[in-house]
């Protein structure tokens, strides 16, 4: 292909990749660029050249989507928070969607009639209960800078206000700056504790209240259809799936590592007043063996909601030999998800029934999903 650094080029965009980026096409040569809709034709330069595929920065949008909107927040295209505020919040659902069911088919081998459309957030803007700021010192301007990391490179963007956090925390941002560091390459975390929870300052928690209450009715419903009677929650954090669905099952156990998560969450068992469950401290897959000889696993769910990389091969391994009656898969990275599900279902051990994605990532290339994996006799 011909394309070089610094080509000007006018290209239209037939899709949009999982990550953000437009899809473009010369001579069937793939060109990348981000903030733009399907259908659009732009003005792009060229920033990068592979052997497959280049990389282009907008410069102007020649003939733009009916679905494109002015995004509110006066940063964007620089901070990396958000790839997404150009695009009506309907149509941010029905490209989520596509893009989750595309990746499915893709990497996991599931058909797209198993991807429900993609649950919508009732506050798309104002939704973020934590984020993390960071300052670093500017040499040239010699200014501290306080904020976010910019889309294009590792500095950070200057600002006092985050449009998709809740207002305490941009008050909290004025705060910091109000008060800053004495240095530069600092992080903070800025949160909202969620009401009658008990939660360390580093341990994770879901960061959109709005939505978090049809997360919990998914999974519920999902726990109710399989009939299960125990529950194992592992990598179960501050014990917030296990403690919500308690009502469900006559037992359950929470399986943590982080120390002070599990001891926030037999804090939280207790807030909560639920008596039927325990958690212990330990590696998710070095713990399931003795549990799943505790419950019957035909009347046994286990939860899975692991870190961003996924379950560890052996644990998929371990759920392929002891066969669960119900496994419900959570995840905000739907690839690695779509991974671990191609293996659990490999050789017909489970079954697909459905995934429900929820919009909990707002204006942003995220999103989470909830799969419920059933046991074939």
Same mark, same amino acid.
Request: hydrophobic share 40%; net charge neutral.
């Given at each position: 292909?011909?394309?070089?650094? &610094? ?14 980026? &437009? ?56 901070? &990396? ?11 941010? *659902? ?14 996991? !081998? ?166 039927? &469950? ?14 799943? !000889? ?23 391994? *371990? ?59």
């Amino acid at each position: 292909m011909s394309l070089k650094l &610094g080509d000007k080029i006018n290209l239209t965009i037939h899709d949009l990749a999982f990550g953000g980026e &437009g899809v473009g096409r010369v001579e069937e040569f793939v060109v990348f660029v981000p903030f733009v809709i399907t259908g659009e034709t732009a003005e792009v330069e060229i920033t990068e050249v592979k052997k497959n595929f280049a990389r282009a920065k907008l410069l102007r949008v020649l003939t733009p989507s009916p679905e494109r909107v002015t995004p509110e927040c006066q940063h964007f295209t620089i901070c &990396g928070g958000c790839q997404y505020q150009h695009i009506d919040y309907a149509a941010q *659902l029905r490209m989520k969607h596509k893009q989750i069911s595309d990746l499915f088919e893709r990497v996991g !081998k599931i058909s797209a009639e198993r991807i429900a459309p993609v649950m919508g957030c009732p506050q798309p803007y104002g939704y973020r209960n934590r984020i993390m700021i960071r300052s670093q010192w500017n040499g040239p301007a010699k200014k501290l800078e306080i904020g976010f990391v910019r889309a294009d490179n590792n500095f950070v963007v200057d600002l006092d206000e985050c449009k998709i956090a809740e207002p305490p925390l941009n008050d909290q941002i004025k705060a910091v700056r109000a008060n800053p560091p004495p240095r530069g390459g600092l992080k903070f975390v800025l949160r909202v504790q969620p009401e009658g929870w008990s939660v360390p300052k580093d341990s994770f928690f879901q960061n959109n209240f709005f939505l978090l209450p049809k997360l919990v009715e998914t999974v519920k419903e999902m726990l109710a259809a399989s009939g299960a009677r125990h529950l194992i929650d592992l990598y179960c954090g501050v014990g917030f799936f296990g403690i919500e669905a308690a009502s469900a099952v006559e037992s359950f156990v929470g399986v943590e590592y982080d120390q002070m998560a599990i001891r926030a969450a037999r804090e939280n068992v207790k807030l909560r007043n639920v008596t039927n &469950g325990e958690f212990i401290s330990a590696k998710s897959e070095e713990a399931l063996p003795e549990l799943l !000889k505790k419950f019957p696993v035909d009347k046994t769910t286990v939860i899975l909601d692991p870190p961003r990389k996924g379950c560890w091969p052996s644990l998929l391994e *371990l759920l392929r030999a002891t066969r669960p009656a119900q496994i419900i898969y959570v995840s905000c990275q739907p690839a690695t998800m779509a991974r671990d599900l191609n293996i659990l279902c490999a050789d017909g051990v489970f079954e697909l029934a459905c995934v429900q994605p929820l919009d909990m990532f707002p204006q942003t290339q995220h999103v989470e999903c909830v799969a419920d994996l059933r046991r074939r006799n």
